[in-house]
């Protein structure tokens, strides 16, 4: 299966309009979650979804679930539905302009990433956003029942993900300028020598 995941990047990362699809079913996707963030607090004593709260901590997520009504209740569970459709689009979306970058900056990392499969691990934001998600469904569902334990693995694997997320932005961009810069450097050789 990991294969198949890294080739699918792989496929994603050299074919423009799959990448394309990507990122429509993303985008449509947070369109989706944001419309349901910004009806939140009218239902939800002014809170937004914990997912939209990145300093998010225990502590708060105990003190906004009091004031949750069944209708934040109700918007809540559509919104983790959507939020497992999300990670996943906007997961493959970064992998595949990565794989795409790393290809062109780095042609030898390239093929060690495809030989080794490593570009799966892209998807490690992915993996902790379900985690988050499936641990803050644990805390709503039982409320008003505390899950301590699985508010708490919601809140590390939202850090986490936060920080994986940043570190895959943060080094695409970095394989896109290198990229830009070594295309750049192609043309210019090119013209000198004609």
Same mark, same amino acid.
């Given at each position: 299966?990991?294969?198949?995941?890294?080739?699918?990047?792989?496929?994603?990362?050299?074919?423009?309009?799959?990448?394309?699809?990507?990122?429509?079913?993303?985008?449509?996707?947070?369109?989706?979650?944001?419309?349901i963030?910004a009806?939140?607090?009218?239902?939800?004593?002014?809170?937004?979804?914990?997912?939209?709260?990145?300093?998010?901590?225990?502590?708060?997520?105990?003190?906004?679930?009091?004031?949750?009504?069944?209708?934040?209740?109700?918007?809540?569970?559509?919104?983790?539905?959507?939020?497992?459709?999300?990670?996943?689009?906007?997961?493959?979306?970064?992998a595949a302009?990565?794989?795409?970058?790393?290809?062109? #900056? #780095?042609?030898?990392?390239?093929?060690?990433?495809?030989?080794?499969?490593?570009?799966?691990?892209?998807?490690?934001?992915?993996?902790?956003?379900?985690?988050?998600?499936?641990?803050?469904?644990?805390?709503?569902?039982?409320?008003?029942?505390?899950?301590?334990?699985?508010?708490?693995?919601?809140?590390?694997?939202?850090?986490?993900?936060?920080?994986?997320?940043?570190?895959?932005?943060?080094?695409?961009?970095?394989?896109?300028?290198?990229?830009?810069?070594?295309?750049?450097?192609?043309?210019?050789?090119?013209?000198?020598?004609?």
């Amino acid at each position: 299966m990991l294969a198949r995941l890294n080739q699918f990047i792989v496929n994603c990362s050299t074919s423009w309009w799959k990448t394309l699809l990507l990122l429509a079913g993303q985008t449509s996707s947070l369109l989706v979650l944001l419309r349901i963030e910004a009806g939140f607090p009218a239902i939800a004593s002014g809170a937004t979804p914990f997912d939209m709260q990145n300093q998010l901590t225990v502590t708060q997520i105990f003190e906004q679930l009091p004031g949750y009504s069944d209708a934040a209740f109700r918007s809540y569970f559509v919104f983790q539905a959507v939020d497992f459709v999300f990670p996943l689009l906007g997961g493959l979306f970064m992998a595949a302009v990565f794989s795409f970058a790393l290809r062109h #900056a #780095a042609p030898g990392w390239y093929a060690t990433a495809v030989n080794w499969k490593l570009l799966v691990l892209l998807l490690a934001a992915t993996l902790f956003d379900y985690l988050e998600n499936l641990n803050f469904f644990w805390v709503v569902n039982v409320w008003p029942d505390e899950a301590m334990v699985a508010a708490q693995l919601g809140v590390l694997a939202k850090q986490a993900k936060l920080a994986c997320m940043s570190l895959v932005f943060g080094l695409t961009g970095l394989l896109l300028l290198v990229a830009l810069v070594r295309r750049g450097a192609a043309v210019l050789n090119k013209n000198a020598d004609s």
